[in-house]
């Protein structure tokens, strides 16, 4: 299966980043090509501008490379701290300028009412991210961004894992998360034919 892996944080010393970095070798592990992307390593530029959003096109060779990579990728995973109920606005700019009509979604009909086509149905989209709130401290914004309002609504089977109270969150329960998290992960993207029958015939 091929992967694309998005992370945005930017600190290079944040959970988002060991969380990551587990996920890449677990996935890698089970015999899937990973497309690895750091927003902030790459600079991605997250503003829409009206030229492009007039012609619905980007002529950015960065947004070009992550829109072919999603329309052909079987699945996506997504790694972002919660800032105010919200992913930070990096991660806000690459669905503006990624997750655009023609690669994530469509509008068919004529010119007064046009119905919502979604274009990514058959993918699967994991995301993970980190906040300091607590469960009783705030509403369940981001699982619902996430399954209802983004990634499920453009067609993908879609789950969103928010990790809560970091701050009083000590080694053993962010190990307990990483794990959690593999398993989460082997569970979304099975491993491969080939991976299964070299672990079998290891076993003989």
């Known amino acids: ?21 587990t996920a890449q070798e677990a996935l890698r592990s089970l015999g899937h090509e990973v497309f690895v992307h750091d927003l902030y390593k790459e600079g991605f530029d997250p503003v829409l501008g009206a030229p492009e959003l007039a012609r619905s096109y980007s002529l950015d060779g960065l947004v070009q490379a992550h829109c072919q990579e999603l329309a052909a990728c079987d699945g996506l995973l997504i790694f972002h701290p919660d800032w105010w109920g919200q992913p930070p606005a990096v991660l806000k700019g690459w669905l503006d300028r990624v ?13 007064e009412e046009k119905d919502w086509a979604p274009l990514l149905k058959g ?4 995301v993970f991210c980190t906040s ?11 699982e619902t961004l996430w399954t209802d309002v983004i990634l499920g609504r453009c067609g993908m ?15 053993a329960a962010r190990r ?29």
């Open 176 to 204: 307990a998360w990483l794990q959690s998290m593999i398993e989460t992960i082997t569970d979304w993207f099975p491993a491969t034919q080939s991976k299964i029958s070299t672990a079998f015939s290891a076993s003989l």
């Open 123 to 126: 993918k699967k989209g994991l």
């Open 132 to 142: 300091d709130a607590r469960d009783e401290e705030v509403p369940r914004t981001l």
């Open 157 to 171: 089977k879609a789950e969103c894992h928010v990790i809560r109270d970091m701050r009083r969150t000590d080694t």
């Open 99 to 111: 997750f655009r009509q023609g690669v994530a979604y469509d509008l068919d009909g004529d010119a």
């Open 1 to 21: 299966m091929k992967i694309v892996q998005v992370l945005c944080h930017p600190r290079p010393e944040s959970f988002n980043l060991a969380l990551a970095e």
